[in-house]
């Protein structure tokens, strides 16, 4: 009757979202995070630290209630999103970690640095826009769940 997630489907989930959260890795340092327009809002810390609250409360809900990202089972269009949601949610995560390790990984493979570091800016810029892969397959794997529900609701208000 349900799809259950999987435990590695949790794991990539809480990594995406606290790698949209947490500024952490080369992808969010300052040039790159400048770069990317991640800065200069009007009230520069209300939006930032009201989605880190959100993105946390979601991680300790999805860690403590073991039926958080269960679904009913879709067909068809929904099924598609589904899927590509689940494939965007896990490379997500691989960039996420990827973001974490980056900076000690690039000093290790690096032997030769250009004086002003444009390498680690290159990178850096990438992971970032990697990164919103992750984020675009949590929205979309949240939205076929919604769809999920929608259709399980209305199969049982018509029978």
């Given at each position: ?16 979202i ?5 500024p952490?890795?080369l992808?969010?340092?300052?040039w ?8 200069g809002?009007?009230?520069?810390y ?13 991680v ?22 589904r899927?590509i949601?689940?494939f ?11 973001n ?8 290790a493979?690096?032997t030769?640095?250009s004086?002003n570091?444009?390498?680690?800016f290159?990178?850096?810029m ?16 949240e ?9 399980h609701?209305r199969?049982q208000?018509?029978?």
């Amino acid at each position: 009757m349900y799809f259950t997630a999987s435990r590695s489907l949790k794991i990539a989930y809480a990594i995406v979202i606290l790698a949209a959260v947490v500024p952490i890795g080369l992808a969010s340092s300052g040039w790159v995070a400048l770069a990317a327009g991640r800065g200069g809002a009007a009230i520069p810390y209300i939006g930032p630290i009201l989605f880190f609250v959100l993105g946390i409360y979601r991680v300790v809900t999805v860690y403590r209630n073991p039926q958080a990202l269960h679904s009913y089972p879709v067909k068809g269009f929904v099924n598609v999103l589904r899927k590509i949601g689940v494939f965007a949610l896990y490379f997500g995560a691989l960039v996420g970690v990827l973001n974490l390790v980056s900076r000690p990984l690039m000093a290790a493979l690096i032997t030769h640095r250009s004086e002003n570091g444009i390498e680690f800016f290159v990178v850096g810029m990438y992971l970032a826009m990697l990164g919103g892969i992750g984020f675009l397959g949590l929205i979309t794997f949240e939205l076929s769940r919604l769809l999920g529900f929608e259709e399980h609701s209305r199969a049982q208000t018509i029978s």
